[in-house]
C-alpha cells in the first residue's frame, strides 16, 4: 500500500502564540480496499478512520485520500503531559500509541497522536469558564429533572382505565449498534448480497449487512428510522454492534451518515 505523509502547522493558542510541528500520515485508496483492510494494516480502528476524514459512509474509492493518524514532533522543553494537556488526551494514550516504556522523549522525536482530530490542538477557555459550563449544565439537567417528576405524578393521578389497545413496539431482542449506509452502485460492487439477493434487481429491497456472530444472516431485523430489514450482507467492516443499510441511491446513502440507534431482532 502506498503511504503519503503531508506536512502543516497547527496549534495557535488564544494565550500565546505558540506554533507546534504537526504532520498528516496519508494513504491512497487503492482498487479493492476497504477500511477494515487499511485499519488493520496501519494499526488502527474503522470508527477511527471514519471520524478523522469525516465519513459518512463506509464505501470508499480508488485513488481517495484517507488520514490515518496525526504525528507531533517534540520540540526543546517539551514533556509527555505537556503535549497530552495540549491535545486533551492522556500521558498513558501517547505511551501506548508509541510504545514508549518510559516518560523520557527526545527533541525531534515523532509522536503519533491518534485521536487528533477529536481533540482541541489548544485549550482556548480557562478551567474556570469549563467548571462554569458544567455548573450550568448541571442546573438545567436537575431542573428538567424536578419537571419531569412533577408531570409523572400529573399523569400517574390523572391516568384513565387502561383499554386493550396492542403496543406498536415490535417484540424482539433489542441492542444498540452504530449504523452506516452503503448501495449497489459503487466500483468494484457487484450488487450481490452474501446470500445470494440481487440488489440491482431489487432496488426497494431491505436489506442490512451485519456481523453474523451478532446477528445471524437470515434473521428479519426492525431498524429504528429505517423500517423491518432482513439480515442477507456481510462487510469486512462490520464487525460487532454495527450494520450496514441498503440504500439504492448514492445521495441519500451519504446523507444517513453514521448513525447510532436501537435495533430489534424479531
Known amino acids: 500500500m502506498r503511504k503519503l505523509v503531508a506536512g502543516f502547522f497547527a496549534g495557535f493558542m488564544m494565550l500565546t502564540a505558540t506554533v507546534t510541528t504537526v504532520s498528516a500520515e496519508e494513504y491512497e485508496v487503492q482498487t479493492g480496499d476497504s477500511l477494515w483492510e487499511i485499519a488493520n494494516e496501519n494499526n488502527t480502528s474503522v470508527d477511527d478512520l471514519i471520524d478523522l476524514n469525516d465519513l459518512k459512509t ?40 508509541n510504545n514508549l516504556k518510559s516518560d ?13 482530530s477529536n481533540k482541541n490542538i489548544a485549550k482556548e477557555e480557562p478551567n474556570k469558564v469549563q467548571k462554569e459550563e458544567v455548573k450550568a449544565d448541571n442546573e438545567v439537567q436537575k431542573e428538567e429533572n424536578e419537571e419531569q417528576k412533577a408531570d409523572n405524578e400529573v399523569k400517574q393521578e390523572e391516568k384513565p382505565v387502561q383499554a386493550d389497545v396492542s403496543d406498536d413496539k415490535p417484540e424482539g431482542k433489542t441492542i444498540t449498534v452504530k449504523a452506516t449506509a452503503y448501495t ?19 432496488p426497494d429491497a431491505k436489506v442490512i449487512a451485519v ?29 460487532g454492534n454495527r450494520i450496514d443499510v441498503f ?14 440507534l436501537d435495533i430489534t431482532i424479531l
Open 184 to 202: 449497489a452502485d459503487c466500483e468494484g460492487c457487484s450488487g450481490v448480497t452474501y446470500t445470494g439477493m440481487d440488489l440491482n434487481s431489487n
Open 211 to 239: 456481523d453474523p456472530d451478532v446477528i445471524p444472516l437470515g434473521s428479519k431485523v426492525y431498524v429504528e428510522g429505517y423500517g423491518e430489514a432482513v439480515a442477507a450482507d456481510i462487510g469486512s467492516a462490520i464487525k
Open 58 to 97: 463506509t464505501v470508499i474509492h480508488p485513488k481517495q485520500i484517507l488520514l490515518l493518524n496525526e504525528t507531533y514532533v517534540v520540540e526543546s522543553g517539551d514533556s509527555l503531559t505537556s503535549i497530552a494537556n495540549q491535545y486533551g488526551v492522556t500521558v498513558d494514550d501517547l505511551k501506548d500509541w
Open 104 to 116: 523520557t522523549i527526545i527533541e525531534g522525536q515523532e509522536l503519533h497522536i491518534k485521536e487528533l
Open 247 to 260: 440504500i439504492p441511491n448514492v445521495d441519500k446513502a451519504k446523507e444517513w451518515g453514521t448513525r447510532t
